[in-house]
């Protein structure tokens, strides 16, 4: 197989498959890029058996069909340090030929037949979403989402598929995400994908996209890429029993003065004392050293009586990061009890700080 194509595609290319590689164990085939040319066309994938990336490519010359495998970190490291005009990739004996004028590399290849098979879309039932709006609110609640938590089924994004509507729901127990996408749908379905999986879609698709679906894996397709993540296997907690019942009192927020005013306390503690008063909001620093920090909103919340509410301040300057409005809401009930801050179809309940 050789193939030819300028620095500035096969860079871009290989910068988007990073992420699929496995990447602490180079003896695995997993740690390697597949290339296949057939039919004038290139595709190119990577997988770490979790995750997995192929694009389909008509911008590399293809001089000889074939395929082969490489180390997918060392052929990036290799190809930024080149010039920006045209690269030769050839497969010789096994061994994969870099070249550029006067510069040779050689890696060393897997078989190629031995690369791991992706899923396929066949016979696999297919989710009507509208794709713009589910990857527009799934970068809503990517925040919220835990990394790292014992209980799987937590480091992922549940995609809740009810009658009348689609709740999207990330939680790292602290705090609750929830974005909700109207719309009518046939069949109801739950399906808890990994967080790493969400941040990758989010990257790649910015238009129109074919969403399918099986018991183990969720696939994403267009005419470029075909993308698929293994599902979390577990049952995620009752969001529903968490939204609290009934609201005692609900002010509206101005966005950019509560973005300057939280910004302004973090400088000294990342923990919070909102304290809102009937014509004005004051914020107080939670810490512990000789250290304090202080400034006021002035505003009308509507409320009779003062009502103190402590939190981390990143809770909710993640939530305002995702919304557009130029307003929004918080609801509350009591100082110790869960509050919302909500912006139309989005909504984070955020677990106060009790003294």
Do not use: W
Request: proline share 5%; with cysteine; glycine share 2%.
């Amino acid at each position: 197989m050789k193939i030819k194509a300028t620095k500035q595609i096969i860079e871009s290319l290989l910068i988007n498959l990073q992420p699929f590689l496995e990447k602490k164990d180079a003896s695995q085939i997993t740690s390697h890029i597949l290339f296949n040319s057939h039919e004038g066309n290139c595709t190119i994938k990577a997988t770490d058996g979790e995750i997995g990336l192929e694009i389909v490519t008509d911008h590399i010359a293809i001089e000889s069909e074939g395929a082969f495998t490489a180390n997918g970190k060392k052929l990036l490291d290799i190809i930024r340090i080149l010039k920006e005009d045209e690269i030769t990739l050839e497969l010789i004996d096994n061994t994969l030929i870099i070249k550029q004028r006067h510069s040779k590399f050689k890696l060393p290849t897997f078989d190629p037949h031995s690369y791991p098979d992706f899923p396929t879309i066949e016979n696999k039932p297919q989710i009507s979403l509208d794709s713009l709006s589910l990857i527009q609110n799934l970068r809503k609640i990517s925040p919220a989402i835990d990394t790292n938590n014992p209980k799987f089924e937590l480091n992922g994004a549940l995609i809740n598929i009810k009658n009348s509507a689609t709740d999207l729901v990330g939680t790292d127990t602290r705090r609750l995400a929830i974005a909700t996408i109207p719309s009518a749908n046939t069949q109801e379905l739950s399906l808890i994908v990994p967080k790493k999986a969400i941040l990758e879609i989010q990257k790649l698709f910015l238009d129109r996209i074919n969403i399918f679906f099986d018991e183990t894996n969720l696939i994403i397709a267009n005419e470029n890429y075909f993308f698929y993540s293994r599902l979390i296997n577990g049952k995620f907690p009752d969001y529903q029993r968490i939204i609290p019942a009934s609201i005692k009192h609900t002010v509206s927020l101005p966005k950019k003065e509560m973005i300057d005013a939280i910004k302004m306390i973090t400088t000294i503690s990342q923990e919070i004392k909102m304290t809102l008063n009937p014509d004005h909001i004051l914020f107080n620093s939670l810490s512990a050293d000789n250290v304090e920090a202080k400034t006021q909103l002035e505003l009308t919340t509507t409320l009779e009586e003062s009502f103190e509410l402590s939190f981390n301040s990143r809770y909710i300057l993640d939530f305002i990061s995702q919304i557009d409005s130029s307003t929004f809401t918080i609801e509350f009930n009591e100082p110790t009890l869960p509050f919302i801050v909500r912006d139309n179809n989005f909504m984070t309940i955020i677990m106060p700080i009790v003294a």
